[in-house]
């Protein structure tokens, strides 16, 4: 996740390619960088999400190594490992009723989650990202339709999409791959409008700049337009939106495993599977079997949320804590950075500061849930007015991510 | 005590003129015709939905295959395939399904030879009463504590409620749901392991007239207290673990939107006027935090549904997300789109709703 989030995370804006190759490269790296300007408690944070997601990391890459059984062995030297036995020295956290190693399980599982983060958020990157830019850049009936279309989607309740899709896709069949594939292009069919959203709002805010216009007028094609001179500028609120992902892809997994779509135990262990199987253990006391996996899946969201937490307020000037300046900060505390702003009550209202206002001091922060007004103001079809709420920074990565389950 | 009560009269007073203008800057039908096309926008929205779920769900092939497909032979298979009409033309079959929606037929379950109507209206009731309960609880915790955490922003009451924020949103609901299971019902032993009710209050509510499917409501009609103590202590833990995740999400909310009126002149002028801080958290910056609450509920109507299917499963609560996994179990395609249609249309009716209450809430939610 650290390799992914690396992209071109939070405050830069410049993508980092464009980067001048001085001496401070490494300070001026995305994590790193953000990692060098919190405090307190939001370094703490911080801190503590890399270091959750690190392990995560190291442990589904390490797995073969790690786990003392294979993820579908029931038998060792000394015989069958028996089924529901509790922890002893052989089996440190027990055995599951089906007879497989529980901490085996939970290592293996690891590899797994890692495997369908990084497809889904690769396929949806591309899918979402290429749509957005097409739609933003060309605009007419495809546009439209594109943004009724997705619009549609991301009302759905997603894990009840991600189901249908999983149906779809893997219909019976489970091998390790196969599953994986499955469950990653599930969950990416619940993401590509999120990205298609968000980059869609990017290219149509940099299509009006005057450097398109320019480029534009020297004769540049399309195609370079919108990949060099728009792209390139429309990336910078992508990985927040990442780190929010990941996490919730694990959590729709986790669910489509609960439910029995998951992975056969014998192709890949699977953390959701395996707290499916415990519900009838834990009614006869059996606790071993479900608060194992239950907890990997806890923790490795809660590292990765954590992540995305800190790189969102950091990227907001007005949440991120200063060392002499925390006081002040806290007095500067209209927290929505998504124009069309919270609908915070107040003479003057903070919309006219925030919704006409400049978005050129709209840095980095990320309006992971777009207010659909701010995207299309003529469009009647995504008129949204629900939306000023939805744009607080603290709620985005909140009704963006739990909404998903 | 002078001061305080002069003091909405004066907000009045500077609040009215613009009010009025934004009224009339509104034109036309102003509300009205917001209402309007706002109702108009679902048709398109739900048309959609459906249409995606049918193609998508007929993208496998025909639900007889699906669901009974290794049980006939190919010669039994064909012949109830074409009783049932699934080897004529797909549009035919679409266009049939949707005029069956318009007018309220789902279709018939494979496994069970049930309408799908008739399973909707069964178990949607035990869905809703879930929902309600779990919208409850992540009132009652998650306000306070949003409240809490606001006020003392960046100290260590806030970091602790915001780590348990985090904390509900990352764990599962069904994981939620079996710890929850583990601790109180078989380590402590004081509340059910799972289901609506126990038997003998089950039957006692369906020896009703006319039972409601809210086993509340019913308990309440048959007036034996043991009963509704028996449907509440059934309730307490999936309404807690499904509501815990919403709890989450409101306590940041309210957290953000308190940090933001906290600050504002109004607050300050009653602080300067020596107003109670307690006083000044619960009325002067709650009110405001909270109209963004009621514009979130509509997505969060999406995600309970969701966790609902979670939920249900874990407690054996038998509500729509119950028979949605039995269904899913069973290859059940017919049924499993009815429920999910049926799901897509609630979410797009709340949101609806949920709409309208924030248009009139806040004149400026209309463009």
New interface residues.
């Given amino acids: 996740m650290v390799a992914e989030t690396t992209v071109a995370t939070g405050t830069s804006v410049l993508p980092p390619a464009a980067l001048p190759s001085r001496g401070s490269r490494w300070k001026r790296l995305p994590v790193v960088h953000q990692l060098r300007q919190s405090v307190g408690l939001q370094r703490g944070m911080l801190v503590a999400g890399l270091v959750i997601t690190g392990i995560f990391v190291l442990t589904a890459a390490l797995a073969p190594w790690l786990a003392p059984y294979g993820y579908s062995q029931l038998r060792d030297a000394d015989g069958a490992f028996g089924a529901q036995q509790p922890p002893s020295a052989e089996h440190l956290l027990g055995t599951t009723v089906g007879g497989y190693d529980v901490l085996s399980r939970v290592i293996w599982g690891a590899q797994t989650a890692l495997l369908v983060i990084v497809v889904a958020i690769l396929a949806s990157i591309v899918l979402g990202v290429l749509l957005g830019l097409l739609s933003g850049y060309f605009g007419g009936w495809l546009d439209r339709l594109l943004v009724v279309l997705a619009d549609a989607i991301y009302a759905f309740p997603s894990l009840l999409l991600a189901i249908l899709m999983a149906i779809v896709i893997s219909g019976g069949q489970s091998s390790m791959w196969g599953g994986i594939l499955a469950a990653a292009f599930s969950i990416t069919v619940v993401f590509v409008p999120q990205y298609f959203r968000v980059t869609r709002a990017e290219v149509v805010r940099i299509k009006g700049e005057a450097f398109v216009d320019s480029a534009r007028v020297l004769g540049t094609s399309h195609g370079r337009i919108m990949f060099r001179h728009v792209l390139r500028n429309a990336t910078r609120t992508l990985p927040l939106i990442v780190t929010l992902n990941a996490s919730e892809a694990i959590l729709t997994l986790a669910g489509l495993g609960f439910l029995g779509f998951g992975i056969e135990p014998t192709k890949a262990a699977e953390w959701g599977y395996d707290l499916n199987k415990a519900v009838s253990d834990v009614t006869s006391g059996i606790w071993w079997t479900a608060l194992f996996p239950g907890l990997a899946i806890v923790l490795v969201v809660l590292g990765i949320t954590l992540v995305g937490e800190s790189l969102n307020d950091l990227a907001d000037p007005r949440l991120r804590s200063r060392r002499a300046a925390a006081e002040v900060s806290g007095e500067v505390a209209e927290t929505s950075v998504v124009p069309g702003g919270t609908l915070t009550a107040g003479p003057g209202g903070l919309d006219a500061i925030e919704g006409a206002g400049s978005r050129s001091d709209v840095l980095a922060a990320a309006p992971a849930r777009p207010d659909p007004d701010a995207i299309a103001p003529d469009d009647a079809t995504a008129a949204g007015p629900a939306a000023p709420a939805r744009g607080t920074p603290d709620d985005a990565s909140t009704d963006e991510t739990e909404d998903r389950r | 005590m002078t001061t305080t009560t002069s003091d909405p009269q004066v907000g009045e007073g500077?609040?009215a003129t613009p009010r009025a203008g934004a009224r009339r800057r509104g034109g036309g039908g102003g509300l009205g015709s917001?209402i309007l096309?706002?109702a108009l926008?679902i048709i398109?929205?739900v048309f959609?939905?459906v249409t995606?779920?049918f193609v998508?769900?007929r993208?496998?092939g025909d639900p007889i295959t699906a669901a009974l497909g290794g049980r006939l032979t190919p010669d039994q298979l064909a012949e109830r395939i074409h009783q049932a009409g699934y080897d004529r033309p797909i549009i035919v079959q679409y266009l049939e399904y949707i005029g069956g929606i318009l007018r309220g037929d789902f279709g018939t379950t494979l496994s069970d030879n049930r309408p799908v109507t008739e399973v909707l209206a069964t178990y949607g009731a035990a869905t809703l009463e879930l929902a309600c309960y779990a919208l409850l609880v992540a009132f009652v915790v998650g306000i306070p504590l949003g409240m809490l955490a606001g006020y003392f922003?960046?100290r260590t009451p806030d970091?602790v409620l915001r780590i348990l924020a985090?904390?509900a949103?990352?764990?599962?609901?069904?994981?939620a749901g079996?710890?929850l299971?583990?601790i109180f019902?078989?380590?402590l032993g004081w509340l059910p392991?799972?289901g609506r009710a126990s038997t003998r209050a089950e039957i006692q509510i369906q020896m009703l007239d006319d039972p409601s499917g809210f086993y509340l409501v019913d308990a309440f009609r048959t007036g034996d207290p043991d009963v509704i103590v028996d449907v509440l202590q059934h309730a307490v833990l999936p309404a807690v673990a499904l509501g815990l995740?919403?709890a989450?999400?409101f306590l940041?909310?309210v957290?953000?939107?308190v940090?933001?009126?906290?600050?504002?002149?109004?607050v300050v002028a009653a602080r300067s006027r020596g107003v109670r801080e307690s006083r000044l958290v619960r009325t002067h910056a709650w009110r405001?935090?909270l109209?963004?609450?009621i514009?979130?509920i509509?997505?969060?109507i999406?995600?309970l549904?969701?966790?609902a299917?979670?939920t249900e499963?874990?407690f054996e609560w038998k509500g729509l997300g119950f028979q949605l996994?039995e269904y899913?179990?069973a290859r059940d395609?017919v049924a499993?789109q009815g429920i999910?249609v049926l799901?897509?249309v609630i979410?797009?009716v709340t949101?609806f709703v949920?709409?309208i209450i924030?248009?009139l809430i806040?004149p400026?939610?209309?463009?």
């Avoid at chain 2, 949103?169 to 994981?175: E, S």
């Avoid at chain 2, 940090?259 to 109004?266: E, F, Q």
């Avoid at chain 2, 400026?364 to 463009?367: I, P």
């Fill in positions: 500077r609040a917001y096309v706002r926008l398109p929205t959609i939905l995606t779920v998508v769900m993208a496998t922003r960046d970091a985090i904390l949103y990352a764990t599962p609901v069904f994981f079996l710890i299971k583990l019902s078989v380590g392991v799972s995740l919403t989450g999400v940041r909310l957290r953000t939107n940090i933001g009126t906290l600050s504002t002149d109004y405001p935090a109209i963004p609450i514009t979130v509509g997505l969060q999406a995600m549904l969701a966790g299917v979670l499963t874990t996994a899913l179990q395609f499993v999910v799901m897509a979410v797009a949101n949920v709409d924030a248009a806040d400026r939610v209309r463009y």
